[in-house]
């Protein structure tokens, strides 16, 4: 008994000792962990789609080769539907809160509407059914996480071939053979970094572009020996949205 009192004593003691030297050391806050700032310099892949309304602008619609004048007024043809897009960049990320960087993007569409003769009864459809523009954007960090900014630069797009009808609906030999018009334009959106995954953004833009005025040659008998070209040039507004992935988010 004598032995087991002597060493619950010495345990005692020890912890004593212990705990006193414990509290003697004075108290010191766990450093708090550096986060390093977010960059958003580098490159991304994205995809998406929207809606666009686009308006064909007609100048001078048929000039007869024996008139210097135009042979009927001039009219406008609406069209508006859906596109696909896919689209890769760079950015850079520069004093501080501005991003700079270049991208290019390609459509797939479906976009159409009415198109007719003034004066005539034949009635075709026109349609746009791809485009593809490179470009250039600047914008500026709002958030860490959110870019505002404004875009632009060169576009190109398709149009089909316009197959007239008269307003019985019968099909006839008149015709506007398909085009591709080069263009121009400026855009304004924003990029907000999704947090259910890194590298994930959400970017969604507004979009005008304008494609040069073009001489089309109406086809068909009856029709090109009477008169000349039609002169037009189509303006788009649209909307896309896309979801981006950013390969070296954070770094």
């Not at 501080?96 to 003034?118: E, K, R, T």
Request: aromatic content about 16%; glycine content about 14%.
């Amino acid at each position: 008994m004598k032995k087991l009192a002597l060493a619950l004593a010495a345990v005692a003691a020890f912890g004593g000792q212990a705990f006193a030297a414990d509290m003697a050391r004075p108290y010191t806050k766990a450093p708090v962990p550096v986060v390093a700032p977010v960059s958003w310099t580098g490159c991304y892949l994205g995809a998406g789609g929207g809606g666009a309304y686009a308006v064909r602008r007609d100048n001078e619609y048929f000039t007869a080769t024996n008139l210097p004048v135009s042979a009927v007024p001039d009219a406008d043809a609406g069209a508006h539907g859906w596109f696909g897009t896919v689209q890769g960049g760079c950015d850079f990320q520069f004093g501080g809160n501005w991003v700079a960087g270049a991208f290019a993007d390609y459509d797939f569409s479906d976009i159409n509407g009415q198109y007719s003769l003034v004066n005539f009864t034949q009635v075709g459809t026109w349609k746009q059914d791809y485009s593809w523009a490179v470009g250039a954007r600047i914008g500026y960090l709002v958030l860490p996480q959110l870019l505002t900014y404004v875009s632009g630069g060169y576009t190109q797009a398709h149009f089909k071939s316009i197959a007239f009808a008269n307003f019985l609906g019968v099909p006839n030999t008149a015709g506007l053979p398909g085009q591709t018009r080069d263009g121009w334009f400026i855009g304004a959106g924003d990029e907000y970094a999704l947090s259910m995954l890194p590298g994930l953004f959400w970017k969604t833009e507004y979009r005008y572009s304008r494609f040069d005025g073009a001489s089309t040659p109406l086809t068909g008998a009856g029709f090109a020996g009477v008169f000349g070209d039609r002169t037009s040039r189509v303006e788009e507004h649209s909307v896309r949205s896309e979801i981006v992935y950013r390969f070296n988010w954070g770094r």
